[in-house]
């Protein structure tokens, strides 16, 4: 069974204190591993795919990372805007209907 | 690009009521579109899923009968949660397959008094 799991559960910040967050992953067959950022209230936005171990995606102060196992979000010198959940998914090389496995999230508050 | 709304963005309805969500994806086609459920504090819940002519797949425990799901051409589907109760108040968002993931609506929230 595909498994993600995200770690830690919460962070906080200080405003210029970079961290990462981590996603590990049980799949059989990565298609590709997905990153969204979801604020309260609203639905997740978009904002990597990563399909192959090695590669590595940049957007302004985040960084995604991918293993076999497990994936990274970097956040460097993070600004209060960059507050919110962030949700890792993995789509099974298996899946025909393009079902993604979500983690529970890593819930990230940087202080001014 | 790849932009999925939903309306109404927020409802409040009397128990025993049925309520309808649309969801469109605005600037691309979706043979496939999918309807969560998220509780306060708690990752997606997938629902079912919906390609567009042909019947939705619902997760195990979700009841078709309660949450009809319809998505009659490429860039609408909808939901409607019949005969709604207090239990049924959440938020439901949607989401749409793009060309390399999916992408996802506002939401929905949903009040049942």
């Known amino acids: 069974e595909d498994q993600v799991t995200q770690s830690p559960e919460a962070l906080r910040l200080q405003e210029g204190e970079s961290s990462s967050l981590n996603c590990s992953y049980t799949?059989?067959?990565?298609?590709?591993l997905f990153w969204y950022r979801q604020d309260p209230g609203k639905g997740p936005e978009f904002l990597f795919t990563?399909?192959?171990a090695g590669e590595e995606k940049e957007k302004e102060r985040l960084k995604a990372t991918l293993t076999k196992k497990e994936s990274f979000l970097h956040i460097t010198a993070p600004k209060p805007e960059d507050s919110a959940t962030y949700l890792c998914?993995?789509?099974?090389?298996?899946?025909?209907?393009?079902?993604?496995?979500f983690g529970a999230g890593t819930t990230v508050t940087v202080r001014a | 690009g790849a932009v999925v709304s939903q309306h109404p963005s927020w409802v409040i309805c009397k128990s025993g009521t049925s309520v309808k969500i649309e969801c469109r994806s605005l600037d691309f086609q979706a043979t496939t579109m999918f309807w969560y459920r998220q509780f306060p504090k708690q990752s997606l819940m997938l629902m079912a899923t919906?390609?567009?002519?042909?019947?939705?797949?619902?997760e195990q425990g979700v009841e078709k009968d309660k949450f009809l799901i319809n998505h009659a051409s490429l860039t609408l589907s909808t939901l409607t949660v019949t005969s709604a109760h207090p239990e049924d108040s959440s938020f439901y968002i949607c989401?749409?397959?793009?060309?390399?993931?999916?992408?996802f609506g506002p939401g929905t929230r949903l009040t049942v008094l």
């Open positions: 990563l399909y192959s």
């Open positions: 799949v059989s067959g990565l298609r590709g």
């Open positions: 989401s749409a397959r793009g060309w390399n993931t999916q992408y």
């Open positions: 919906s390609n567009e002519g042909s019947k939705a797949t619902y």
């Open positions: 998914a993995v789509l099974p090389s298996l899946s025909n209907d393009y079902k993604l496995s």
